[in-house]
């Protein structure tokens, strides 16, 4: 059974086809139908831009059901695609909330695409003129700098927390692109995992890891709830050494 709203957009076509073909046999009523067609584009713009975003989103291969997708500020994975606008599943954005399906559910109109940039998190790697499927990214956890913990030891912990806690990402990630390897594997194998950073108030320590798009919050978790308990075993150690 066809849509409703296939149905209408049918129906629309076969309209305006109609009154575009009306002045081949009624030449008196070619001004009428001029002033019907041009506030007619002009009322349904929208509407028109949004059909033809459909056949720009399916033609170039943009996002597909179950991809994961930012456009603006908006962070969702696709469930439908249709005629006149898509559907996304909410995806919280942030430090706290990043990765985590919110239960709201946004429809967004397909002429978004034609003037917004879309960043796919599922499909977002090129070579050689093919797109390659990855669910994987290179994220970061900030973690405040232990106090009576030496500076160079807690970088130490933290860059081996990230080694092993990612280090299964990072095997699967090269399995799927295999010679075409990203920068961000690249990087996340030569460059250094640890940053330091100081505000006003304290140092903080700044990791890189390879996660799973859809379970970076649940990786990030591991690494912070790892790096306290090995931060309070060298907070003992230290205490003990010093009686």
């Known amino acids: 059974m066809r849509s409703p709203v296939r149905l209408t957009m049918y129906l629309f076509l076969a309209l305006f086809i109609a009154l575009l073909l ?6 008196n009523l070619g001004v009428y139908v001029t002033i019907v067609v041009v506030g007619s584009a002009v009322a349904l713009q929208k509407y028109v831009a949004s059909f033809a975003g459909y056949f720009v989103l399916r033609s170039s291969k943009l996002f597909d059901i179950g991809h994961r997708i930012r456009m603006g500020n908006i962070k969702g994975d696709v469930r439908h695609i249709g005629l006149l606008h898509f559907v996304l599943d909410e995806v919280g954005e942030g430090e706290h909330s990043g990765g985590e399906l919110t239960g709201r559910v946004i429809h967004i109109p397909n002429h978004t695409i034609l ?6 998190f599922s499909q977002d790697f090129s070579a050689d003129g093919r797109l390659f499927p990855c669910e994987y990214l290179f994220d970061e956890v900030r973690l405040p700098l232990p106090e009576g913990v030496h500076i160079g030891k807690a970088r130490e912990i933290l860059g ?26 690249d990087e996340a194998v030569r460059s250094p995992r640890v940053m330091i950073f100081v505000d ?18 649940e990786l990030r978790s591991v690494i912070t709830t790892h790096f306290l308990e090995d931060m309070e075993r060298e907070k003992r150690a230290a205490s003990e050494d010093t009686r």
Not at 22 to 27: E, Q
Not at 115 to 120: A, E, G, K, Y
Not at 161 to 183: H, T, W
């Open 115 to 120: 003037d917004q940039p879309v960043l796919n």
């Open 200 to 217: 006003d108030k304290k140092s903080w320590l700044v990791g890189r890891f390879v996660a799973p798009v859809r379970g970076r919050n």
């Open 160 to 185: 081996q927390i990230l080694q092993r806690e990612d280090a299964p990402f990072i095997e699967r990630a090269k399995e799927v692109f295999g010679q075409d390897c990203p920068n961000f594997l």
């Open 22 to 27: 009306i002045p081949l046999f009624r030449p």
